[in-house]
Each structure stands twice: as structure tokens, then as C-alpha cells.
């Protein structure tokens, strides 16, 4: 099982009537293996999770499923009900997945002894240990690694390592700092130079579905020695990061996906479509920044 490199944060594709449409899906990860691709991490935020149904969740696994003898599959498989989480971990690991990640439960005011238990719950029912996606920014529960029950669940063995979807750098080092077995995998596109420097095994990223040859060159020019070429691809990767964000990642994503002729569709309300404006600026960052990638 490799689980170090550069995972995919896969988008989940729909067609014209806001189905799944599993054909795109298999369109996009033939695309991204044969650009290098190491694995991908299949139903998390760039997928829309938590604007599916339960069933459609379990049907974007299925579907990704397909290539578990191919590449490193991990699935997604967070929810605010621990039932719902550990169900979805069953049935991922039944599916092939080689792993499974969870977001810590939002909503409620979880306390860390409450959110331990929910991870370990996972990791019983999945019959392997769990990625921990810590995305604060999001979710609202951020790590603390002052709390002994945070620390004794990152030091349990039910927890494989962190997906560190934070801008806190100094996080991710005392994350491996803190228990060095744990793997650590930036989370963040517009951080992984700095993610790299500071130890993680890996990037899962967003924009890897539309920029990977792009930050496959990023990754193989830091690990061969070149820290200051690195940084300076990072830096154009950001310029079309910004331009990303500023119109929604996740809806500029799809328009991009589109532009490239993998049929993304759109992102589901709440989110909004891309406005002309907002293309006119995507099209300009990449062909300033990353010519090759459309």
C-alpha cells in the first residue's frame, strides 16, 4: 500500500440532470494516473460529501472502487453521527479502500473525549486505523494537542495519521512530533512546499484534479534537493490558487474540469455557478501561471 505521494482529492462529477455520473468520475482518474497520480481520497470536501445523500456517498465509493487494484484508495468517510460514520468505514473497507478518513464531528459542541471515541468507534469498525482529517477551518474543532485525550487517541494506534487541511505549518510538525509512526499529509494545495519542509509524507489536494502534472513537478523538485525552484512553482500555483478561490473552489474546479472536457457539472446548491467575470480571471491565472494545464 503506498500511502505517501501526491492523492487527489477527487471532485465527484454529476450529469445534466445532477445525477452522479460514474462515467465522468472514471474519466477523471484515468486522467490523473496518467499524470502521475499516487493515489486518491475519494467522498471528502472536494467531493461534495456533505451535500449527498447517504446512498449517494456510498454510490461515489462504488464507483471509485473500480480502480482499488490500480492505485491507493482512501475513502471519506466523516459524519456528525458515529453510527453513520462507522457504517460507511464497513462498508468502504468491503469495497477495497485501503484506507478510510473522517472528519471529527461538527455541530454539536463535541468534547475531545467524545470525538476520540468517535475515531476509535471508526477504526473498529473499519478493522484498520483512520486518517484524521483536521480541518478547522471548516468543521470548527481544531486539534488540541495540549488535551490527553487527543494526545492518547493520536498515540492509540487507531489513528493512521493526519490529513492537515490547516494553515498552521507548526501544527503539522508537532503532529509528527508527536507521535513520528503517524503519517501526515498536507491538505492544503498552497502549502505544500511548506508542508514537505516541515515533514508530511505527502499532499492531498483540491486543485490535483485540474493541476497535477503541475504539482507532480512541484513534489519530485523538492524531494530531488531544489528548495528554491520549488518554492518558486509554488508561488505561480498560488497566483492561479487565488483566482480559484476568489470564484469557490469547489464551482471553479468544476468550470475548470469542463474547459479541460472531463463533464464535472456543477457544484450543488448552496454553491454558486462560476460568473463570467470570475472565468475570465481562471483563464487568465492559468495562462499567466500554468499554460500547460489548459
Known amino acids: 500500500m503506498q500511502m505517501k505521494g501526491i492523492f487527489v482529492a477527487s471532485v465527484t462529477p ?52 473500480a480502480y482499488r ?10 459524519a456528525i453521527s458515529t453510527a453513520e460514520a462507522a457504517d460507511f468505514a464497513r462498508q468502504a473497507k468491503a469495497m477495497g479502500y485501503a484506507a478510510v478518513a473522517a472528519t471529527p464531528p461538527f455541530y454539536y459542541g463535541f468534547t475531545p473525549r467524545e470525538i476520540a471515541g468517535y475515531y476509535h468507534a471508526i477504526a473498529r469498525a473499519a478493522g484498520m486505523p483512520v486518517l484524521l482529517y483536521n480541518f478547522p477551518h ?57 508542508g514537505l519542509a516541515l515533514g508530511a509524507d505527502g499532499a492531498i489536494g483540491s486543485t ?28 505561480r500555483a498560488n497566483n492561479v490558487m487565488e483566482a480559484l478561490c476568489r470564484a469557490g473552489l469547489i464551482p471553479a474546479v468544476k468550470y475548470v474540469l469542463e474547459r479541460q472536457g472531463i463533464p464535472a457539472g456543477k457544484a450543488r446548491p448552496p454553491f454558486t455557478p462560476v460568473s463570467e467575470t470570475q472565468r475570465r480571471e481562471i483563464d487568465r491565472a492559468f495562462a499567466e501561471n500554468c499554460p500547460g494545464e489548459y
Do not use: W
Not at 69 to 75: K, Q, S, V
Not at 141 to 163: F, H, Y
Not at 213 to 235: C, H, N, S, V, W
Open 14 to 65: 454529476f450529469d445534466a440532470q445532477n445525477k452522479i455520473s460514474e462515467s465522468a468520475l472514471h474519466s477523471l482518474m484515468e486522467r490523473n494516473l496518467r499524470q502521475g497520480a499516487d493515489g486518491f481520497f475519494i467522498g471528502g470536501s472536494s467531493g461534495e460529501c456533505f451535500l449527498l445523500s447517504h446512498e449517494e456517498r456510498l454510490a461515489v465509493l462504488r464507483a471509485a472502487a
Open 69 to 78: 487494484d490500480r492505485t491507493t484508495l482512501i475513502a471519506h468517510v466523516g
Open 138 to 194: 471548516n468543521t470548527h474543532k481544531p486539534l488540541d494537542l495540549n488535551d490527553r485525550d487527543t494526545v492518547q487517541m493520536l498515540r492509540s494506534g487507531d489513528i493512521l495519521g493526519v490529513k492537515h487541511t490547516n494553515y498552521d505549518v507548526f501544527e503539522l510538525e508537532r503532529i509528527k512530533h508527536l507521535n513520528p509512526d503517524l503519517l501526515v499529509f498536507d491538505g492544503f494545495d498552497e502549502t505544500m512546499v511548506a
Open 208 to 235: 490535483f484534479n485540474v493541476m497535477l502534472p503541475e504539482y507532480r513537478r512541484i513534489y519530485d523538485t523538492f524531494l530531488a534537493g531544489d528548495f528554491r525552484k520549488a518554492r518558486q512553482m509554488q508561488i
